[in-house]
T-cell receptor
Framework: EAGVVQSPRYKIIEKKQPVAFWCNPISGHNTLYWYRQNLGQGPELLIRYENEEAVDDSQLPKDRFSAERLKGVDSTLKIQPAELGDSAVYLC???????????????FGPGTRLTVL | GQNIDQPTEMTATEGAIVQINCTYQTSGFNGLFWYQQHAGEAPTFLSYNVLDGLEEKGRFSSFLSRSKGYSYLLLKELQMKDSASYLCAVSNFNKFYFGSGTKLNVKP
């Protein structure tokens, strides 16, 4: 079974340019997460989807970041315009949420390493 | 707010045992996860605790005390390939809060 797929793996852009990341979760996983991970830190949640609904976007900088998961499967995260401080690894993860959630392991994709010059 | 604390870095010798501690203060709790993350790679699942006590999985064990807000990951018979960062994460239903990770250096 294929894992979480992300592209691109690496991206280098100049500040003020737009950038987009794509994620395809594990088949059947209804919950999708976008995280940002800075060097030496743990992942920080940006947005969480349950199916096509963004149920938690409280940590998403909405002035420049946007995300969508139109059909409840794959998702795109966009930054426009990018700033120097956006340099980080952007991780996508998915999980299969059940009604009585007590165990909901996340599976992570390989991440996109963004460098803003 | 959510607060999860882990030591920043630890060093241990190949073949030895190491314990990585994690303390947490979160507004909700469903379970505690440990992930391993090699440099430049995605986190991979190691263990999960929802009830107090010890969960053993081969060379790795994880312990939880909910009343103390405390967990540890125990790695036995250390191998060089265990050099990685170890992330403690608390889940509150579908929300996950990660610590900053503990970088483990295994030396020969």
């Amino acid at each position: 079974e294929a894992g979480v797929v992300q592209s691109p793996r690496y991206k280098i852009i100049e500040k003020k340019q737009p950038v987009a990341f794509w994620c395809n979760p594990i088949s059947g996983h209804n919950t999708l997460y976008w995280y940002r991970q800075n060097l030496g830190q743990g992942p920080e949640l940006l947005i969480r989807y349950e199916n096509e609904e963004a149920v938690d976007d409280s940590q998403l900088p909405k002035d420049r970041f946007s995300a969508e998961r139109l059909k409840g499967v794959d998702s795109t995260l966009k930054i426009q315009p990018a700033e120097l401080g956006d340099s980080a690894v952007y991780l996508c993860a998915s999980s299969l949420a059940t009604g009585a959630i007590s165990y909901n392991e996340q599976f992570f994709g390989p991440g996109t390493r963004l460098t803003v010059l | 707010g959510q607060n999860i604390d882990q030591p920043t870095e630890m060093t241990a010798t190949e073949g030895a045992i190491v314990q990585i501690n994690c303390t947490y203060q979160t507004s909700g709790f469903n379970g505690l996860f440990w992930y391993q993350q090699h440099a430049g790679e995605a986190p991979t699942f190691l263990s999960y605790n929802v009830l107090d006590g010890l969960e053993e999985k081969g060379r790795f064990s994880s312990f939880l005390s909910r009343s103390k807000g405390y967990s540890y990951l125990l790695l036995k018979e250390l191998q060089m390939k265990d050099s990685a960062s170890y992330l403690c994460a608390v889940s509150n239903f579908n929300k996950f809060y990660f610590g900053s990770g503990t970088k483990l250096n295994v030396k020969p």
